[in-house]
């Protein structure tokens, strides 16, 4: 599966809803370990999810507007930044959550349960402390995330699992936004249990951090 057959069918919400076949998910799986794009945009959906899960955990009156038509300055101001708006997330937790419901009441027995990520933050060498990951039971993939701790910034990047001196996994990284971590999703098979080393390398090679921590898995 290359991108553009993956953005065709809608694989990365499909993946987290659950609706493709198994050996659909084995392709998009292979697929998005090597595709920055995908892997983001799967990891940004499956946070999402999880905070809607929140949201409508929480009781509370839905509020209603009374306040008269903005000006069309201000409209356009709003337009401009509402990525940033503070209601946004819990609006778009909704929404992701009424589409889990709809698929859900539908009649896809056929199809795996629809995906939810743990995450799971790392911190380089020098803060000296055991980072222990411990993903949980039944989950199919997890995500470690970490600040941009360098200050040289690359088009791209690697991030290469050691054991024992050995790379076990590897995977393409796309640049963060300023002021953002960098998210790495990982399936639950690609590493097994032991102490690791992640390595961020930026073009070319050139090494930027280390991360070392214990995987452990139930």
Not at 126 to 154: C, H, M
Request: hydrophobic share 45%; with cysteine.
């Amino acid at each position: 599966m290359d991108h553009s057959e993956a953005v065709q069918m809608g694989a990365v919400e499909r993946y987290v809803l659950g609706d493709l076949s198994v050996s659909e998910v084995e392709e998009f799986e292979r697929h998005f370990f090597d595709c920055p794009q995908c892997s983001e945009e799967l990891g940004a959906l499956a946070m999402l999810q999880d905070n809607a899960r929140v949201v409508l955990a929480e009781p509370g009156p839905v509020p209603i507007a009374t306040s008269a038509p903005a000006k069309e300055p201000e409209k356009r101001a709003r337009r401009a930044s509402w990525w940033n708006f503070p209601v946004l997330v819990p609006a778009l937790a909704m929404l992701v959550v009424a589409v889990f419901a709809g698929f859900e009441a539908g009649e896809r027995h056929f199809a795996p349960s629809p995906q939810s990520v743990a995450e799971f933050p790392l911190y380089a060498a020098a803060r000296g402390e055991e980072t222990v990951i411990a993903p949980p039971s039944g989950a199919r993939f997890y995500t470690l995330y970490l600040d941009k701790t360098w200050d040289r910034d690359f088009p791209s990047y690697r991030a290469a699992f050691v054991a024992s001196g050995s790379e076990k996994f590897s995977t393409t990284l796309a640049p963060p936004a300023p002021g953002q971590a960098i998210h790495i999703l990982i399936p639950l098979h690609a590493l097994s249990s032991g102490r690791y080393v992640l390595v961020i390398s930026g073009s070319g090679g050139v090494e930027v951090a280390r991360y070392p921590f214990t995987l452990r898995i139930e």
